[in-house]
């Protein structure tokens, strides 16, 4: 067994076992992606290792680190995202060595890169990863919320107020952020330079604004597909029921096993007055229906603007800790922190 970086031609090899850890519990939904290294593509001088079987030419396990520059404790630090780090659920012998093999060849790389820290987001019943990570020294500094919420019902009845939000197709990226530091400047995490202008040209729908308040969307449905594995009984029995239903009202989608779910994912929220966030929130909904999209996505901490008018929308809450790694002098993060949606 070696640790080499991930190529191109590992590309099939990589989809095939992102398709074997699906994420959930009941619930449970497997990502599929045409390019593997989409993620990795989002950052400067990624780190993509894999840990592969030389006589079998298997892949036994995948980790990466995307270096980012963000503050913390109002200083500019280099840090860097845990991402794509997983072991392959068919490989029967020497987990803990490979996956061992793999953080000590990536510590490396980050030495090299000179990043002061990691990170990452683990969902909280996930406990092999959170023992594995505690481990390695990571400490859980924040709890947040993946609010998810179906489409098919209003969230408010006033058109009126509705009709008078913006929608904006393109962003000036000097005045985005410097509105968004303004709003979130003060956070730990918050990005020290603007996001990469192609990113926000390939996944950002819209700006939705009304007065003061606004939030963007996030679109990755042309390059992700999120499958579904299983569903809870209820909402199986509850599925032709609500089929019926559909010829005569707005009722929620709830898919077959195997279908695909379309979500945009809401991001920046900033609210100026609580009151506008129902018209921006039910714009963003008729554009959703508009686009073929079930369900909304927002990530919040319990602590953030926004997050009990959301929350109460929600059908599904699923919560995810933020595990920090210290690499060096460097403080810890406090909540709530700043989350940038290319690190999904």
């Known amino acids: 067994m070696h640790v080499r970086a991930a190529v191109p031609e590992d590309n099939a090899k990589l989809i095939a076992i992102e398709q074997l850890t699906p994420q959930g519990d009941q619930i449970k939904l497997v990502s599929e992606r045409k390019d593997y290294f989409i993620r990795a593509k989002k950052f400067e001088e990624p780190i993509l290792l894999v840990a592969e079987d030389e006589n079998q030419q298997d892949i036994l396990g995948i980790m990466g680190v995307g270096p980012v520059t ?84 209003r969230f408010c009845r006033d058109r009126t107020g509705v009709g008078k939000v913006n929608v904006i197709k393109a962003v000036d990226p000097v005045q985005e952020y410097r509105e968004l530091e303004q709003s979130f400047g003060s956070q730990d995490l918050f990005l020290e330079s603007p996001r990469s202008g192609h990113l926000k040209e ?27 594995l299983n569903m809870p009984t209820l909402y199986k029995a509850a599925r032709p029921v609500l089929r019926v239903g559909s010829k005569f009202m707005s009722v929620p989608h709830i898919p077959n096993i195997g279908d695909a779910i379309r979500i945009w994912q809401l991001y920046d929220l900033i609210i100026d007055r609580p009151e506008d966030l129902m018209y921006i929130l039910e714009r963003v909904r008729l554009a959703a229906r508009e686009n073929d999209v079930h369900y909304l996505v927002a990530c919040l901490n319990s602590r953030d603007r926004g997050y009990d008018q959301i929350a109460k929308k929600a059908w599904v809450r699923l919560k995810y800790h933020l595990f920090f790694v210290p690499m060096g002098e460097v403080p810890l993060p406090q909540e709530p922190t700043y989350f940038d949606v290319t690190y999904l």
């Open 70 to 153: 963000v503050r913390l404790g109002g200083e500019a630090v280099r840090g860097g995202l845990i991402f794509d780090w997983r072991s392959n659920p068919l490989a029967q012998t020497g987990l803990p060595r490979h996956m061992l093999r793999l953080w000590q060849a990536v510590k490396k790389e980050i030495e090299r890169q000179d990043l002061k820290f990691i990170f990452g987001y683990v969902k909280e019943d996930n406990e092999r990863s959170i023992g594995v990570l505690q481990k390695f020294g990571a400490k859980a500094v924040e709890t947040r919320e993946f609010l998810t919420m179906p489409v098919h019902g």
């Open 202 to 228: 390939r996944y950002m729908f819209s700006k939705f604004s009304f007065g003061g308040s606004s939030v963007k969307v996030w679109d990755t449905n042309a390059d992700y597909t999120q499958r579904v």
